[in-house]
Structure formats: structure tokens, C-alpha cells
């Protein structure tokens, strides 16, 4: 693992205090890489929702999810979370319907306006039903809007939720699937926010090399990582592990993840490293354990645990500052639903963020 790379960063969140000729150095508040800290809890236990990073706001989106494990227990306003006043608040704007649960997304640029973006979903109780609705939301305007021209082509059965997602390239990539009740997907495919309506999605010509989903994704670089995810009819986590390159159209092999692991999000540190956030349904999962890839020395490391050990819990990074935010999810029995919300805090001194230089 590359050891203490800095990064320099103009937004920090913890200070070293100037001091003149002579003074006596201010010790360092915060140890590298930082720490997970808990922050105001969302009125309601979550799961299922998709947790997306605005930039131009600065909050975190909780994209629907729901509340409890009954039908009728889904949001279908966005819950938001402010770091800045540590309080949440509710979207006056809503989904179009309650299947949004377990759904993928990602942020991008419409013809200069950000969105985010989710694709597909469940209610939940469904059996045997989800989404094939593409969703826009204006956190600025809080609007939301269905993209009626685009559906994603990978439910073609009317029961198939989408697996995994990570954007590059202001495109968002989604990866395999989980037919309900019948078993995992491994296409692969492209939507473009700056094709004409109606021609944004594209189906890859690479597939999975095995029908995998609830795949922990992110883009590095110019390659986008998945690792680990679900196999299955009955959702078994897997230490599956690769690259993709969108411009090849290729699937390569990785470094396998050093546990197994499913049903959670990889996010992408301020200095390239990915970073899988516990999750995982087969004991001993759920987990608490981050584990770290470098893909650049194609080597994994542990990162700092956070407190709770869950899955199924909506989750993004700040790509600037490397904060990140934990919010949910189904507690170690799979069965209670959490309220917690942790916050990842980088380690920032002199205005530098400390981000790697530590190997578990």
C-alpha cells in the first residue's frame, strides 16, 4: 500500500493552527487516516436506499429505501442529511410510485444541470415485481422527474433489480442484476445523459464473468472496480473481484477482495483508493471491516471499522474532502432495521489530507 501520499485540499475539516517564529506547534488533532464519527441520527431506521453525495450542496441524499420490512414502509420523498447543520430534512418531491427500494444511481450532468440519478427499484413486500423507471432529481429545483424515454433494458421481466453502478466519464454504468426469486444477471450497461431521448442506454457487449449482483462498485482512474457481490437465489455474498474498461468494453481479473461481501457500497477516496464498507449477509457478516484497494499497486489493506456492523445501508464519499457518510441498514440479526448514521472524517493537517499511509 503507497504510505502517507498528501493531497492537497482547499475544503478541511480539521486545522493546524498557524503559529509564529518561536510558538510551541500545536499538536495534530486527528490521527491517518481519521475516523468514524456518529453524527444526528434520520428520524426513521432505513434501509434499501441509494445514498448519493451532491456536490453542489454539499449534502447526502437518501434516495428511497424504506422504513420497515411491511408493505407500505417505503420513502417516496428523499431524506436529506446537511453535514453542516448535523439535521435532516424531507423532499417535498416524490417518486413516481413505492419500488423504490434497492435501486442504483449515480450523479450527472444534463446539459449543465447535475442530477442524481436512480434506476429501478422494489416496494416492500414485492415478490416477484420492480421498476424499470429511470429517475432524475433536481435537489436545487427538488423536483423529480421520470425519464419515460429511457427505461433501463435490464428488467425484462418485470422482476429484475439492477446490481451494481458506478459513473465515469459522466456516464453511469450498471452492472448484472438480481432476478427475484430466479437468480443473478451479468449484463452490462451504459446510460448517457447527453444522447438523445429515447437512445440513452446501450447494452455492453461484455458481460460478468459470472451472473453476480448487490455489487460493490466504483470507478478509479479510467476503470471501474466491482468488488465482491451477491450470488445466487438466496443472495450469497462472494469475494468475486474485477476491473472493467469501459473504452475496451473488457472485464479483467483483480486482486480478489480479502473476505466475502455483498449488499453494500465501495466508495472512491480522494486519492484513488476504493474503499468497501463492511455489508454482507452470511455470517460472520454482516461486517464492520473496510477494506481498502489500491489499484494502482493492485494490493488491498484494512481501513478504519466503523461501529456498527450492518448491510443494505445507503452510503456516498465526498471525492474532495473524503468524508463519508454511513446512514441505516440491517443490524448483525437481519432483521432490525437501524437508525445509526456515522461519519467518516479525514484526517486534515496543514491543510493536507492524510488519507492512506496505514496498513490495517
Same mark, same amino acid.
Given at each position: ?10 475544503f ?9 517564529? @518561536?510558538? $510551541? !506547534?500545536?499538536?495534530? +488533532? ?6 468514524? %464519527? =456518529?453524527?444526528? *441520527?434520520?428520524?426513521?431506521?432505513i ?18 429505501g ?11 420523498n428523499v431524506?436529506i ?12 418531491a ?16 444534463? @446539459?449543465? $444541470? !447535475?442530477?442524481?440519478i +436512480? ?6 413486500? %414485492? =415478490?416477484?415485481? *420492480? ?20 427505461p ?49 442506454? $446501450?447494452?455492453?457487449?461484455? +458481460?460478468l ?21 451477491s450470488?445466487?437465489t ?5 469475494t468475486?473481484s ?45 461486517s ?15 481501513g ?47 491543510d ?9
Amino acid at each position: 500500500m503507497r504510505k502517507s501520499r498528501l493531497l492537497t485540499l482547499v475544503f478541511a475539516f480539521t486545522l493546524v493552527a498557524a503559529f509564529p517564529a @518561536g510558538a $510551541t !506547534p500545536i499538536a495534530p +488533532t486527528c490521527s491517518p487516516p481519521g475516523t468514524w %464519527a =456518529t453524527r444526528t *441520527s434520520p428520524p426513521t431506521p432505513i434501509v434499501r436506499a441509494w445514498g448519493a453525495f451532491f456536490p453542489s450542496d454539499g449534502k447526502f441524499y437518501l434516495m428511497g429505501g424504506r422504513s420497515a420490512d411491511l408493505i407500505g414502509s417505503d420513502f417516496t420523498n428523499v431524506n436529506i442529511y446537511d453535514p453542516l447543520l448535523d439535521s435532516w430534512s424531507t423532499s417535498t418531491a416524490t417518486f413516481s410510485d413505492a419500488q423504490v427500494n434497492n435501486m442504483v444511481g449515480g450523479v450527472l450532468n444534463f @446539459g449543465g $444541470t !447535475p442530477y442524481i440519478i +436512480t434506476v429501478g427499484g422494489s416496494a416492500a413486500g %414485492a =415478490t416477484n415485481a *420492480s421498476s424499470s423507471e429511470v429517475r432524475q432529481y433536481d435537489p436545487v429545483a427538488d423536483v423529480m422527474t421520470t425519464l419515460t424515454t429511457d427505461p433501463w433494458p435490464g428488467n425484462t421481466d418485470g422482476a429484475t433489480l439492477p446490481g451494481g453502478a458506478a459513473v465515469l466519464g459522466n456516464k453511469l454504468y450498471v452492472f448484472g442484476g438480481f432476478d427475484i426469486g430466479i437468480g443473478m444477471t451479468s449484463a452490462i450497461y451504459r446510460f448517457d445523459p447527453a444522447a438523445a431521448a429515447g437512445s440513452r442506454w $446501450t447494452t455492453m457487449t461484455a +458481460t460478468l464473468p459470472n451472473p453476480i449482483g448487490y455489487i460493490p462498485t466504483a470507478a478509479s482512474g479510467s476503470l471501474i472496480y466491482l468488488l465482491g457481490g451477491s450470488s445466487g437465489t438466496t443472495v450469497t455474498d462472494t469475494t468475486e473481484s474485477s476491473s472493467y474498461d469501459p473504452v475496451a468494453d473488457v472485464i479483467a481479473p483483480i486482486a480478489t477482495i480479502p473476505r466475502a461481501t455483498g449488499e453494500t457500497r465501495a466508495v472512491t477516496a480522494p486519492d484513488g483508493s476504493i474503499w468497501v464498507l463492511g455489508g454482507g449477509r452470511v455470517a460472520p457478516n454482516p461486517s464492520n471491516e473496510v477494506d481498502v484497494y489500491d489499484p494502482v499497486g493492485n494490493a488491498w489493506s484494512l481501513g478504519p471499522a466503523f461501529s456498527t456492523a450492518r448491510r443494505n445501508f445507503p452510503a456516498d464519499i465526498d471525492p474532495v474532502a473524503g468524508t463519508i457518510w454511513a446512514t441505516g441498514g440491517y443490524d448483525t440479526s437481519g432483521t432490525t432495521l437501524l437508525d445509526i448514521n456515522e461519519q467518516f472524517n479525514a484526517c486534515i493537517i496543514d491543510d493536507r489530507i492524510f488519507f492512506d499511509g496505514f496498513d490495517g
